[in-house]
């Protein structure tokens, strides 16, 4: 596992945090021009997480695992956005009844502030139908898919048909490659790396899906990556390790590329946030990454 110099990543959490979070109102102000900011954030630019998850993760409590605390979290730390996904949505077998259920939440729990992003599994008879459920039913802006838990490869042809018919409703298509380090996944509940390679040719040959990948960086290399982003693919930071990788992720893929996501509640929130606080980031880039690029998806011109 990388490392961030001589601590892991609890250590460096745990040590870092109180003190550069003390002040992280005033620097996250700082690093993004009032000018590129959209109005109506008050005193706090804007900060989408493309990567939370809500309700319980079937094989430990997680701090933070009711949507109520959450959301609270989330919104101390100055976040005014948030793309949520759900842990039914991976485990249930009724992913209509589990999207139903994360669009009331997101309405009861922050209207207009939590998104929610539905499950959708090409593999199951009716997913067509969720699908279509997730964009007219729902308003949802995306929809969150979990291959390697649902049991399918990315190159699939029902993977291919999803990602054409997700363009055509004007879906986001967020594809997770990793859910837990596999070191403490259940003996028997073993999944493993998502293969991301054959996502690169369906990006090429222009499905019409923006798509976004979460979790990616025990998936895929670092060329892997260049080559997703340079297909169109944009890719969270969440499981980006080592001092200054965020910065050298925007090196090597281009700013335009990298979205904030903190994989909360099973990542800290500070770990992600950290991550840009210790990078050597400009304004323009920091207000890109944290905000300004999941606007963009939102609204594609």
């Not at 293969?195 to 960086?217: D, H, M, S």
């Not at 930071?237 to 200054?244: F, L, P, S």
């Amino acid at each position: 596992m990388n490392t961030l110099s001589a601590l892991n990543r609890r250590e460096f959490v745990q040590t870092a945090a109180t003190a550069a979070l003390a002040g992280f109102g005033s620097a996250r102000a700082a690093a993004a021009p009032r000018s590129k900011a959209p109005a109506g954030t008050g005193r706090h630019p804007a900060w989408v997480d493309v990567n939370v998850t809500l309700g319980r993760w079937p094989f430990r409590r997680l701090p933070f695992d009711e949507t109520s605390t959450l959301v609270g979290k989330l919104r101390q730390q100055g976040v005014t956005a948030a793309w949520a996904g759900t842990f039914d949505g991976v485990f249930h077998h009724d992913l209509a009844a589990a999207n139903a259920r994360l669009a009331e939440d997101c309405r009861r729990q922050g209207r207009g502030w939590l998104r929610p992003f539905g499950s959708v599994n090409p593999k199951l008879p009716g997913w067509k139908r969720d699908l279509q459920q997730c964009a007219e039913a729902h308003q949802m802006a995306g929809i969150r898919l979990h291959p390697t838990y649902h049991g399918y490869a990315l190159d699939d042809a029902a993977f291919a048909q999803l990602l054409v018919l997700a363009g055509r409703h004007r879906l986001i298509v967020q594809i997770v490659a990793d859910l837990e380090d596999e070191r403490t996944q259940h003996p028997l509940a073993r999944v493993p790396h998502a293969n991301l390679q054959p996502l690169v040719p369906l990006l090429r040959a222009g499905t019409g899906a923006r798509v976004v990948v979460l979790n990616w960086a025990r998936s895929a290399s670092l060329p892997l990556a260049k080559q997703l982003a340079e297909a169109g693919a944009c890719l969270d930071i969440a499981t980006v390790e080592n001092v200054g990788g965020v910065d050298n992720l925007v090196r090597q893929l281009s700013v335009d590329r990298v979205v904030f996501g903190s994989h909360a509640p099973l990542f800290y929130f500070e770990s992600a946030a950290l991550k840009l606080q210790e990078s050597a980031l400009t304004a323009e880039t920091s207000w890109a990454i944290r905000a300004g690029n999941a606007m963009r998806l939102l609204s594609p011109v």
